[in-house]
């Protein structure tokens, strides 16, 4: 338990990937998962401009679910992937997902109607939820712990140069016939080589050692270790964690139940500020704002890139300044755009007299998001649970990040009929306060901190709980 909470980032790590170029190897096959996911929430936004007029998507409702529908499909293959990846391997199943990806990208560039699409998107879903949750478990269990950290930065920083390449997509297809067809079509690219590349990527030693085969996971540990020690020390970190981890109903005891409110806070507000309205409609927002389809797809290249060269200074920066800096800080900003987006939308005047500011507020709620929201929240989830319950505690998370995340996309276009698009936008923002308030009186630091620092800053104690649970079989033997 006297572990560091916090590892090296971005620097650290390609550091030692330079060092182990079979590391490299490692980090840009998790990259590839990170791609994909990346690209499908970012592809659908150009797409759609185009697609609801071939499917017929005639009402908010058809063209919400269509973009929605990934998250669905992507909750349930992350539910499949957990069985999936003890039961056959991390490897295989990560094989599987990239061919699931394949199919559903031609499903979706070959769908003939508003149910095709759908049953597509929701197939698609599946390999993006499965990819999602798999490469980070795949990956932190193969590289070193002094990097791990990095990796989960480096894996931020892939989603957003998968947004960032489905714009350009977008942007370079829009003048093709049947343009939205080849938009999801080149997806299958990336799909197959997450396929191929894990033919080359070795079995994960954490699921070696749970099947028995340790001598097979010291020869893997060997490759991506610098010496023996390294290996005898993991591999009985590996045997002690899987004997002592813990379960679901763990999570609910006393002394960890504040972490579990922080990790679960992390994930609802880093959507309910309305990231995902921004990702997925932001040439739908654009064309709100006055743009014709391909003003509104090339500015959505400028959003990308902001999102990709702000997540790079974040990488650079967090183990310097901090997780709660970026975290409050960039909330404030994002939260100060929402309410410029609002301004641009309920006056006329402003819209005539300053017609960029709605693409200048977009490029600041990015940026605010890239730094903060974006890759903070990924990283500390990783950080404040102890590692014998941080596998059911980041599920969790993960599950109620998905599930906001739907409910965002799929409200959209319904709350800018309703409650007017300035309306919408500060709503959002009144989410953007309450995070900043969360994050203030109950997010720890954890740069630089042991965990019994960060146990004792929330009031949790989780030796006590996992203890607690277990007390009646020890009384028994």
């Known amino acids: 338990m006297g572990e560091l909470a916090t590892e090296n980032t971005g620097g650290g790590f390609l550091r030692e990937a330079m060092h182990n170029r079979r590391l490299l190897g490692v980090a840009l096959i998790a990259a590839i998962g990170g791609f994909l996911f990346g690209y499908d929430t970012g592809v659908i936004g150009g797409a759609m401009l185009f697609m609801k007029k071939d499917l017929g998507l005639k009402t908010n409702g058809m063209q919400q679910l269509t973009v929605a529908i990934l998250l669905l499909g992507a909750v349930t293959g992350a539910l499949i992937a957990g069985w999936s990846a003890d039961m056959f391997s991390r490897r295989r199943t990560k094989i599987v997902s990239g061919c699931v990806y394949v199919i559903g990208a031609f499903g979706c560039a070959f769908a003939q109607s508003y149910w095709q699409i759908l049953a597509a998107r929701f197939w698609l879903g599946l390999a993006v ?11 932190a269990e193969l590289v070193p712990p002094k990097i791990r950290g990095g990796v989960v930065s480096f894996n931020q920083l892939m989603i957003t140069s998968g947004i960032l390449l489905a714009y350009i997509a977008d942007w370079g297809f829009a003048g093709f016939s049947n343009n939205w067809r080849w938009m999801f079509g080149v997806a299958a690219i990336p799909g197959a080589a997450l396929a191929i590349g894990m033919f080359f990527m070795p079995f994960s030693p954490r699921w070696l050692i749970e099947k028995g085969r340790e001598d097979d996971a010291r020869k893997v540990l060997s490759r991506y270790r610098d010496s023996d020690d390294e290996v005898d020390r993991e591999i009985e ?4 964690v899987s004997s002592n981890e813990a379960s679901l109903r763990d999570l609910l005891k006393k002394g ?24 997925y409609y932001a040439p739908t927002i654009l064309k709100f704002a006055g743009q014709k389809n ?13 999102n990709v060269v702000f997540t790079i200074v974040a990488i650079l920066l967090l183990d310097k ?7 409050i800080g960039g909330t404030s900003i994002l939260t100060a755009a929402l309410v410029g987006l609002g301004v641009f939308f309920a006056s006329p005047s402003v819209q005539h007299a300053v017609p960029w500011l709605a693409l200048a507020c977009l490029l600041t709620y990015i940026m605010g998001f890239a730094v903060g929201l974006g890759p903070v929240f990924w990283l500390m989830i990783s950080e404040i649970f102890p590692i014998q319950m941080r596998g059911p505690a980041m599920a969790v998370c993960t599950m109620f990040n998905w599930g906001l995340n739907f409910a965002i996309s799929y409200t959209f ?9 300035q309306g919408t936008f500060w709503l959002y923002a009144g989410f953007g306060v309450l995070a900043i308030l969360f994050f203030v009186t109950l997010v720890p630091e954890t740069k630089d901190r042991s965990l019994e620092e960060i146990q004792a800053e929330l009031g949790a104690d989780t030796d006590a709980a996992l203890t607690h649970e277990r007390e009646p079989e020890a009384a028994r033997a």
């Open 237 to 240: 970190e590996i045997k002690d």
């Open 129 to 139: 939820g499965c990819a999602s949750f798999v490469s980070p478990m795949y990956i």
């Open 256 to 279: 960890v139940r504040r972490m579990l409110v922080v990790g679960i806070g992390l994930a609802v507000f880093q959507q309910i500020v309305g990231i995902n309205t921004v990702i």
């Open 294 to 306: 391909t003003g509104a797809l090339t500015q959505s290249v400028f959003i990308g890139c902001t």
């Open 413 to 421: 276009l319904t709350l800018t009929s309703a409650i007017t698009k």
């Open 321 to 327: 300044l901090g997780r709660r800096f970026f975290l």
